[in-house]
């Protein structure tokens, strides 16, 4: 059997498309989607993170989030010997653009990536007057924005600073896991964008998901668990001196 | 705004502006003045009845425009219905809807129409004009004054106010909760805030009342009943002992615990909070009129200085209250929850959270509370009855 030129010139950009198609997973209709059976979560690796805030552009496209809020950001954490109590941190606007060189020497410095937590006991859940803020049966936090009456005591009640005021829409506004793509099959916007895999959406309910093997297998910890709000954004590498 | 230090992205914005300071201001003056009315009709304690009328007017006044402030800052305030329509029943912002409503309806108004039911159904026959349509519905049609009937108006109103003071107390613990209960914010997160609410509550109504008495007594040309302002500058003087004293058991405990946040708070109390904290709300408005309102208890001063006294206490314990709720609110949103940064707050003059509109929400109470006393007189028009009212 032979393929003429003309017959090649077809079906390779049929073959591309195919292609673009596999690498970006297979969507999942949403009508197809069971909520009872996930329970999403986010992995975080530290040592990873280059700091790059390709995670923070890519949510702001997808999201459409406005100039000068952020539903997540990255941190840079400079650490002096014996000083973990006072670190110098920056997030120059949320590192959407990463980071300018650093102007501290010596000590330890990282990047840590901060975005709500989806937590099982949400303070901010517990405090909305009317539930426009409600967890989904799926482990996310979601905000009903048509319902929201924009007091902002969800806002107040958020112990990692996740949460905004809409500018225009006057509403509140936080990370949705990217709800949208995750029924779909979808990873979320910043994990699919960042580079180096330091972002990982992990569905615990899952046997299969790599999370599993990962949590059995690494020291992780989630931010302020003294707070006991039942975060689901777990960090390896997380060092004590971050806030 | 500027930020020193590091604050996570989303927190250089504060959230609640000087109308949510006002909110507690007005609940925590109702509920006062509630107290103070509750002095006589509960406890018996005759010296004060010149002032339970004109108590139970200024917690009406200032109770039927507490919801304001926080509607004008709802970023959606045409929703605001749905806080009753459908309550989120884990939320202490939703609930509160509800104190509120059971205290205005069931306890304030009820009390005050079972009152003045004897004098309105008076008003009702010999008024004119549209006062006369205003008073007959405000009868509800109940137009038996008979022995029996107002026996009958005493014995519930008594029933009321029973239920009336741990409503009040309900009323603005509850607001301490809103805030106490926040645990993402350590500023706010203490069990204590409820009660310290209660006490700062008692102290700004009983001052705002007691002011009142006196400013519309000289205005009517009146003798002051000094045997009356004595003995609400006495209780005055007892709450707002204990009041100090739950704060700075507050701040003690603050400062011996040394917590993860008390770098931070320390910080704040030195630069952006000193004057509002340290030196408005503990020394000009707590020290100094616990000073002046001690002082008397322990000399014999003319009665004309006193009255200046009491009227300096009262204004000075205003503004060292309404300092506190400013440092609670506005405080407790200056420092960020990472502990390494501080933020301003910058207070517009013309905008929807302005100084503008809270100095017209300020004053609103007052407005009402002028129609009030116009439709419901809280004194009788005879001097000599005033005098022999004890």
Redesign the interface.
Same mark, same amino acid.
């Given at each position: 059997m032979s393929i003429t030129r003309r017959q090649i010139l077809i079906l390779l950009p049929a073959a591309a498309l195919s292609w673009k198609y596999l690498l970006a997973g297979t969507p999942e209709l949403a009508p197809s989607y069971t909520q009872v059976d996930h329970w999403w979560g986010m992995l975080i690796d530290i040592p990873k993170c280059i700091g790059c805030g390709n995670c923070v552009r890519a949510c702001k496209t997808e999201n459409n989030v406005p100039d000068g809020y952020f539903r997540t950001w990255v941190e840079r954490y400079h650490v002096d010997d014996f000083n973990l109590e006072t670190p110098t941190v920056d997030s120059p606007d949320g590192a959407i653009n990463g980071f300018p060189e650093s102007k501290e020497h010596g000590g330890k410095n990282f990047f840590v990536p901060k975005m709500c937590n989806h937590c099982v006991d949400s303070p901010c859940t517990q405090v909305c007057p009317v539930g426009a803020t409600f967890d989904s049966k799926d482990g996310v936090v979601l905000i009903d924005e048509k319902y929201c009456l924009g007091c902002r005591y969800c806002i107040q009640a958020c112990p990692y600073g996740c949460r905004f005021l809409h500018p225009v829409k006057r509403t509140a506004e936080k990370c949705t896991l990217c709800y949208h793509r995750i029924t779909k099959g979808l990873t979320t916007a910043c994990a699919e964008n960042c580079p180096t895999g330091a972002r990982q959406l992990a569905d615990l309910k899952d046997p299969n998901d790599p999370i599993h093997e990962y949590l059995r297998t690494h020291s992780v910890q989630v931010l302020k668990p003294h707070l006991a709000t039942g975060a689901k954004v777990y960090y390896n590498g997380l060092d004590g001196s971050v806030r | 705004m500027p930020v020193d230090g590091?604050?996570?992205?989303?927190?250089a914005?504060l *959230?609640?502006s000087v109308l949510i300071v006002l909110y507690p201001f007005l609940t925590g003056l109702v509920a006062g003045a509630f107290i103070l009315a509750s002095l006589e009709r509960i406890f018996h304690v005759n010296a004060v009845r010149p002032t339970y009328r004109l108590a139970l007017l200024t917690a009406l006044s200032f109770l039927l425009i507490s919801p304001l402030p926080?509607q004008l $800052?709802? !970023? =959606?305030?045409e =929703?605001?219905l749905?806080?009753y329509l459908?309550? $989120?029943r884990?939320? &202490?912002? &939703?609930m509160f !809807?509800f104190v509120y409503l059971w205290y205005l309806m069931a306890v304030l108004v009820l009390e005050i129409w079972l009152d003045y039911r004897h004098e309105i159904v008076k008003l009702a026959i010999s008024s004119t004009g549209w006062k006369r349509i205003v008073y007959r519905l405000m009868t509800l049609s109940s137009t038996n004054i008979s022995k029996g009937a107002l026996k009958v108006d005493d014995r519930v109103g008594y029933a009321v106010t029973m239920i009336g003071i741990p409503s009040a107390f309900l009323l603005h613990g509850y607001v301490g909760f809103?805030f106490g209960s926040?645990? &993402?914010?350590p500023w706010w997160s203490s069990p204590l805030m409820p009660v310290v609410f209660l006490f700062s509550a008692m102290v700004s109504g009983i001052a705002m009342v007691m002011l009142l008495y006196m400013g519309f007594t000289h205005l009517r040309k009146q003798m002051i009943d000094m045997r009356c302002v004595d003995t609400i500058a006495q209780y005055l003087l007892y709450i707002f002992l204990i009041d100090f004293a739950l704060e700075m058991l507050d701040l003690i405990h603050r400062i011996y615990e040394a917590d993860?946040s008390f770098?931070s708070l320390g910080f704040m109390l030195h630069t952006k909070l000193f004057f509002s904290q340290v030196i408005l709300q503990v020394l000009v408005g707590t020290v100094v009129p616990i000073a002046l309102l001690g002082l008397i208890q322990f000399t014999n001063l003319a009665e004309n200085l006193r009255r200046k006294i009491y009227a300096t206490s009262a204004v000075l314990a205003l503004i060292g209250i309404f300092a506190m709720r400013w440092n609670v609110v506005i405080g407790g *949103?200056l420092f960020?929850?990472?502990?390494?940064g501080y933020t301003s707050y910058k207070l517009d003059l013309i905008s929807r959270e302005g100084l503008f509109v809270a100095t017209g929400l300020m004053i609103l109470p007052f407005v009402v509370l002028y129609v009030l006393i116009k439709l419901l007189p809280p004194w009788p028009t005879d001097t000599a009855q005033v005098a022999g009212a004890d």
């Open positions: - | 590091f604050m996570y992205p989303n927190e914005e *959230q609640w926080l $800052h709802l !970023g =959606r305030p =929703r605001s749905e806080m459908t309550p $989120h884990t939320s &202490a912002m &939703a !809807g809103i926040v645990k &993402a914010n993860e770098r *949103q960020s929850k990472s502990f390494l």
